[in-house]
């Protein structure tokens, strides 16, 4: 149950560059839905210390968690990406005429799609077990007769750059066609590190159609990112909403499958609409908008209401404005593929942990593991025959119940003798509300659940399932 075989390295950069091209593209056939293999991306272990492996896991939940929260507008982009995250899944993408597959890490809390780019691209930082920063993978502009750089007066080049035309291409007349000035060079902000490059119009290839002019970011140097980011948020510069999506869905694998090739399945679903069809043995809530328009990494979140959570019979009592977004846009709950666990803002977590610890206080806290782990609370097992443990549920509105399996919530650690709560949470001290999500639901406590985000119809499904 542990999942101490599966670090996964999933990291991120800084620079610049700039290149030269041409193009064009023609679509192809035209289905209803396109399907991926969706894989959890696995390096060996960094270290065969299971308490190191936790801590890593922990701490970049955290990491993750407190990007996703304090995200901010600049004037030279709208989509940071997150740096440093462990335990995440990739899809292969096809860009180019020819076409050019590369690896990247989906991630439903970002937007923009990039690749490394170019025969020069540089990845500091990025010496991990089963990577040589010197072969990682990258598109090569050069060889694809359908790739162009975006104009600055392009309306794409506002996908990621200021909306405003003048303050993006000062110098140039925008009722001009004569401008020539490229889409400013992007340089993307996260946790650790940044990447850097130019936007392009390149295809996007799948074996039923083909995407024409979809735009793509051409990294050439980052700090610790040897993959490329599939962002599938709620941004303008998304795959979702460059494709048109209806919806999409995945069945997240166990993390526990240490270095093993299996995937799953990612539908992207581009038919005619679907009105109010629903996908059968599905719970359904909502989407709801974050209410403040002044902050855009906000409204790059798949924000749903969770009403409840509920530990074994009892219902954990949470202050409202956690559980909301207020008009400030601070508290709520999003979904996040790009999270390992789960995040809770401290008065919501400290209100779950507690009522762990009163529901299981037959058994001892394991102190030693919670200070080199980092999770809380862990109990020790040792010489118990029999373990109960309570059961753990979300409750969204409408109804719709997420009842994790134990897995999803607990995890063996050490010599399995120990069990620990995979929710993690900050350390700030009060019950004041800080800015961002005040939960947000990570891929762990998603694994072997189907999920569903149905963009037509603006609401989050899910049931669960093995995920084959």
Not at 208 to 225: H, K, M, N, Y
Request: net charge positive.
């Amino acid at each position: 149950m542990a999942s101490s075989s599966s670090i996964i390295l999933i990291l991120c950069g800084f620079t610049l560059f700039s290149l030269l091209l041409l193009a064009n593209s023609s679509p192809d056939k035209n289905p209803a839905t396109i399907t991926l293999p969706l894989t959890p991306l696995f390096t060996k272990n960094p270290s065969s210390d299971p308490w190191q492996l936790l801590s890593h896991l922990t701490s970049a939940s955290l990491t993750r968690a407190h990007h996703l929260k304090h995200r901010k507008n600049t004037s030279s982009v709208n989509t940071p990406l997150f740096a440093h995250s462990y335990g995440g899944y990739s899809v292969s993408l096809s860009f180019g005429t020819p076409s050019q597959t590369l690896s990247f890490v989906m991630d439903t809390g970002s937007s923009l799609v990039w690749f490394p780019c170019t025969s020069r691209y540089v990845c500091t930082r990025c010496s991990f077990p089963n990577i040589d920063p010197a072969k990682i993978p990258t598109f090569i502009p050069k060889l694809s007769s359908s790739a162009k750089i975006v104009g600055c007066l392009n309306p794409k080049c506002g996908f990621v750059m200021d909306s405003e035309v003048r303050t993006r291409c000062p110098g140039c007349d925008q009722n001009s066609a004569n401008c020539t000035k490229a889409c400013p060079t992007y340089a993307i902000q996260y946790g650790l590190g940044t990447t850097v490059g130019l936007l392009l119009l390149e295809s996007l290839v799948f074996a039923e159609r083909t995407e024409p002019d979809f735009v793509v970011g051409c990294s050439i140097l980052s700090s610790r990112q040897p993959s490329g980011i599939a962002g599938f948020g709620r941004g303008p510069s998304s795959l979702p909403k460059q494709m048109g999506l209806k919806k999409f869905s995945y069945c997240l694998l166990s993390h526990r499958f240490d270095d093993s090739p299996k995937s799953s399945k990612m539908t992207l679903y581009v038919g005619p609409d679907s009105k109010d069809d629903k996908t059968g043995g599905l719970s359904y809530t909502p989407f709801r908008k974050n209410p403040v328009s002044s902050n855009s990494a906000f409204k790059e979140y798949y924000y749903v209401t969770l009403r409840h959570i509920i530990v074994g019979d009892k219902r954990v009592k949470i202050p409202y404005s956690f559980m909301v977004a207020g008009s400030d846009g601070n508290g709520g709950t999003i979904v996040d593929s790009g999270s390992t666990f789960t995040f809770m803002e401290k008065p919501v977590f400290e209100a779950v942990a507690t009522e762990f610890d009163r529901q299981m206080a037959n058994y001892t806290r394991a102190a030693d593991v919670e200070a080199r782990s980092g999770l809380k609370p862990c109990f020790n097992l040792s010489g118990v025959g029999s373990v109960a443990l309570p059961s753990l549920v979300f409750q969204f509105k409408g109804g719709a119940k997420m009842e994790l399996p134990v897995a999803n919530y607990f995890s063996l650690v050490g010599d399995l003798s120990v069990l620990c709560l995979t929710i993690v949470s900050n350390e700030a001290v009060g019950s004041t509300l800080s800015s961002g999500p005040s939960i947000i639901l990570g891929n762990y406590q998603s694994q072997n659940f189907y999920t569903e985000y149905d963009l037509e119809n603006q609401r989050f499904g899910f049931r669960r399932q093995r995920c084959k």
